[in-house]
């Protein structure tokens, strides 16, 4: 069992930063790759980045020169830094994983990121 909690969202001006976390817990034997998703209202799910247990990063286009994926901490942590936010960057951001072996997939609640003057 794998669970996902994402903390760090909250209100931030554009231009602003914002870092958030996913903790991640339990059998993580068949997991390699943990993502972050978003979703904004009315638009579909986008993946944002991505991390391997190795600490290799992948970044969609929209966001690879503003945010930095990362891993480290206690247990598992990814984290998410988010520099030069823009309003259409708000959205929920969902923490997201998948087993390989039982070819199941994980995600936590969400954390609202809403970025406006």
């Known amino acids: 069992q794998v669970q996902l909690v994402e903390s760090g969202g909250g209100l931030v001006p554009p231009g602003g930063s914002l870092k958030l976390s996913c903790s991640v817990t339990?059998?993580?034997?068949?997991?390699?790759?943990v993502d972050w998703y978003r979703q904004a209202p009315g638009k579909e799910r986008e993946l944002v980045a991505g991390i391997t247990k190795g600490g290799n990063p992948t970044y969609s286009d929209s966001v690879k020169d503003r945010f930095i994926i990362s891993r480290g901490g206690p247990g598992t942590t990814v984290y998410l830094q988010m520099d030069g936010l823009r309003p259409e960057d708000t959205a929920i951001y969902y923490c997201h994983s998948r087993d390989l072996y039982r070819r199941l997939d994980y995600w936590g609640l969400g954390a609202q990121v809403t970025v406006s003057s």
């Open positions: 339990g059998n993580q034997y068949s997991i390699n790759v």
